[in-house]
């Protein structure tokens, strides 16, 4: 630490962290700023790994998210201001394709499906993954009118009341509660999608409103998507797929932050609490003394920030434990191509709940992605814990990899050893956005005290381009209330 005084302290080193402190100094380069990270590395849940493989290619392992969705724009403009055009990697689009686990076999999800509403008639009719009951009454959706009260209600109930509760089983839960590691039943659709509630008001139909997005979509109009919260990147420069990576590894945009950055950047630095002086600026325990600062972002767990909040914000601290977490791993394994008899002929398969397997997802890393895998192996990823397989977490490596592998032989013919696997774990790493979370959310804002902002996956979003987004909006109010403080 080079200095006992900031203008702005920034708690937390993960990607809201990071982008807190990049926007920052971008638009206020005379402000002072300190990034603490408890930890001994940058990034939180982004961590990629390389493994040298066959003729000296390299694997490219994801610990943590695989990619970004650029119908969200905050994570893609960010990439275009760094200027990391050459570092871009969209998906193989034309091997697209999702599997649902479907009696214990994999199932395509049939063409056209938006999400989870059906936009093409003869795919839809055709496929087996949904009952003949099944899809009348997802057809029902276009005569069941709209709720006009506002209230919020679980991923559950929604789709539920609109669609039925096959098309819940089957289609949303394992793709839509896969995306927050949540359970549908207690999910909530205002803070998770809330577009779907826009659609459904809109067109009082989510098959119309989603029929009038693809239209729209034709003519070269914005598009309408439940993931987009009414944004889309700008025209200038498109992004070459939905979602989007880095050639050498989601961390490539860490490292890329982490060249900019100019202000005292502490790693091992946990902030154990903070008070609030006579002369109104804040001072942070931090290991060997203490840091003051005019306006502080904390962009760390809900319950840490509780901690480091307690004394000063006992209401917010209260609330802010009131988030729940849920833990969970993946394990990703390389294999010889031709040991494989798999086609690999999709992105991967998502595994209903109602299918009582005990493992949640896997997805085809080297058909997703190139750059992924050396020319003739192949890379996959499984994943585990969460809310639907919580037990896994807490199995040891050994029995992890013998159970994932009879996953894979089962569901996949997988009868090969890998080549090597890598486990990856999270404890407490998944905020919960139970129902009325934002309700809770805005009480947490209005409990703490003026200078004090709260950042990152456990509020407004949990992917990066939210905890980005959310990144920026918390470097913006610090810069505001510092020349609030200034000027008086």
Same mark, same amino acid.
């Given at each position: ?52 493989? !066959? ?35 969209g998906?193989?689009?034309?091997r ?60 559950a ?16 839960? !394992?793709?839509m ?34 029929l ?5 979509r ?14 889309? !990147? ?39 609490g ?63 191509r ?10 991967g ?99 703490? !005290? ?19 987004h ?12 510092v ?6």
């Amino acid at each position: 630490m080079n200095n006992s005084f900031v203008d702005v302290a920034i708690v937390g080193g993960g990607i809201a962290g990071l982008s807190a402190a990049w926007f920052l100094q971008q638009e206020a380069p005379g402000l002072s700023y300190a990034l603490l990270e408890s930890g001994d590395r940058w990034g939180g849940k982004i961590k990629t790994e390389t493994v040298d493989g !066959p003729g000296g290619e390299p694997f490219v392992i994801e610990g943590g998210p695989d990619s970004y969705i650029t119908t969200k724009p905050w994570a893609w403009q960010l990439t275009q201001k760094l200027g990391m055009d050459e570092d871009v990697l969209g998906t193989n689009d034309a091997r697209r394709k999702t599997f649902v686990l479907n009696k214990g076999k994999p199932t395509p999800l049939p063409d056209g499906v938006m999400l989870i509403v059906p936009t093409r008639f003869t795919p839809f009719a055709l496929s087996p993954l949904i009952s003949p009951w099944g899809k009348l009454r997802m057809g029902m959706d276009l005569f069941i009118p709209p709720l006009k009260d506002g209230r919020d209600e679980t991923l559950a109930q929604f789709i539920e009341r609109r669609l039925g509760r096959e098309a819940l089983d089957k289609i949303a839960e !394992p793709l839509m509660s896969g995306i927050y590691n949540a359970d549908a039943e207690m999910q909530s659709l205002l803070a998770t999608f809330p577009r779907f509630r826009d659609i459904e008001s809109q067109h009082g139909s989510l098959i119309r409103g989603m029929l009038a997005s693809k239209r729209a979509r034709s003519n070269g109009k914005a598009a309408l998507s439940p993931s987009s919260n009414g944004h889309g !990147p700008s025209a200038a420069k498109r992004p070459p797929s939905a979602f989007v990576s880095y050639k050498s590894g989601m961390e490539r945009l860490v490292d890329r932050l982490l060249e900019d950055l100019d202000g005292d950047l502490c790693l091992n630095t946990a902030v154990s609490g903070m008070s609030k002086t006579l002369d109104g600026r804040y001072e942070l325990n931090i290991p060997g003394g203490i840091l003051k600062a005019t306006a502080v972002i904390l962009a760390v767990p809900a319950y840490a920030a509780a901690n480091i909040v307690q004394i000063l914000a006992p209401e917010a601290a209260e609330e802010l434990r009131k988030i729940r977490y849920v833990s969970t791993g993946t394990i990703s394994l390389a294999y010889r191509r031709d040991e494989l008899d798999h086609p690999l002929d999709g992105f991967g398969i998502v595994i209903p709940r109602s299918e009582r397997r005990r493992i949640n997802a896997i997805t085809w890393s080297s058909t997703k992605f190139d750059h992924r895998a050396p020319q003739g192996t192949a890379l996959l990823r499984v994943f585990f814990g969460g809310s639907r397989t919580p037990e896994m977490f807490d199995k040891g490596d050994e029995e992890l990899e013998t159970i994932v592998g009879e996953e894979l032989r089962q569901l996949m013919g997988i009868e090969a050893e890998p080549l090597f696997h890598r486990i990856y774990r999270w404890p407490k790493a998944n905020p919960q956005y139970d129902v009325n979370h934002l309700t809770r959310v805005a009480a947490i804002e209005e409990a703490l !005290p003026p200078g004090v902002f709260v950042s990152g996956s456990p509020y407004r979003g949990i992917g990066v381009p939210d905890c980005v987004h959310q990144g920026q909006q918390a470097g913006e109010a610090a810069e505001l209330y510092v020349g609030e403080q200034v000027a008086v």
